[in-house]
């Protein structure tokens, strides 16, 4: 069981929006922790796609954006392709737990 | 070119330490933190932990009691031990540079280490 609450799966059609919450709590998202995203491809390591729940790194394509609200946090990929087939995870702080703490996990699968 | 380099045993038996290195090149990221995170198969990240460049480290809490994190800046290496691993152990586990307000934005190539009797 995950402190960050993420969907096991999304999909979409080519060229379609899709977006992934990220629920966490007062004790990380909600208390003001920055959250950010990493993308998985199979068989690699994590790459980050989203800092400081808006800000994408040099080389990212501006298809993905995140935002963050309350004890929530959102990251949406606009246009989505074929390459955009992975696995996609959300990290924060927590307090409570003195922990950096990651979502589960969502697959987002393109149709 | 900027990248972390790591090694280690791949197959352990249970009560054996695990021993991972991680060194770093093209760059010194003495601002940063130098962290584990693992991965069972199939599974999400978890944080292990993590140190700075002046030594101070980071554990997660129930981990804390079977693992060491060390630093040697003069190699720019950092390195991981847990002790008395268990099957739940068994994970791919990844080095990496950032922090909890920047993201982790350089990674290791990942080991997979699989803990079996």
């Known amino acids: 069981q995950s402190v960050l609450t993420q969907p096991p799966s999304v999909s979409g059609a080519p060229g379609q929006r899709v977006t992934i919450s990220c629920t966490g709590s007062?004790?990380?998202?909600?208390?003001?922790?920055?959250v950010h995203w990493y993308q998985q491809l199979p068989r690699a390591a994590p790459k980050l796609l989203i800092y400081?729940?808006?800000n994408r790194p040099s080389g990212v394509p501006d298809r993905f954006s995140g935002s963050k609200s309350g004890t929530s946090a959102f990251l949406a990929i606009t246009g989505l392709q074929a390459e955009d087939e992975a696995d996609y995870f959300c990290?924060?702080?927590?307090?409570?737990?003195?922990?950096?703490?990651f979502g589960g996990g969502t697959k987002v699968t393109v149709l | 070119q900027v990248r972390l380099q790591q090694w280690g045993a791949g197959l352990l038996k249970p009560s054996e330490t695990l021993s991972l290195t991680c060194s770093i090149y093209?760059?010194?990221?003495?601002?940063?933190?130098w962290t584990w995170i693992r991965q069972p198969p199939g599974k999400g990240l978890e944080w292990i932990g993590e140190?700075?460049?002046?030594?101070?480290?980071n554990y997660k809490p129930s981990l804390r009691s079977r693992i060491i994190i060390s630093v040697d800046t003069s190699k720019k290496q950092f390195a991981l031990k847990v002790n008395s691993v268990r099957a739940a152990d068994t994970a791919v586990y990844y080095c990496?540079?950032?922090?909890?307000?920047?993201?982790?934005?350089?990674w290791g190539q990942g080991t997979l280490v699989t803990v079996s009797s």
């Open positions: 990290q924060s702080y927590d307090s409570s737990l003195s922990s950096v703490v």
């Open positions: 140190i700075t460049h002046s030594g101070s480290t």
């Open positions: 990496a540079i950032g922090g909890r307000s920047s993201g982790y934005f350089l």
């Open positions: 400081d729940n808006t």
């Open positions: 093209g760059g010194s990221f003495s601002g940063y933190y």
């Open positions: 007062s004790s990380n998202i909600g208390a003001g922790y920055d």
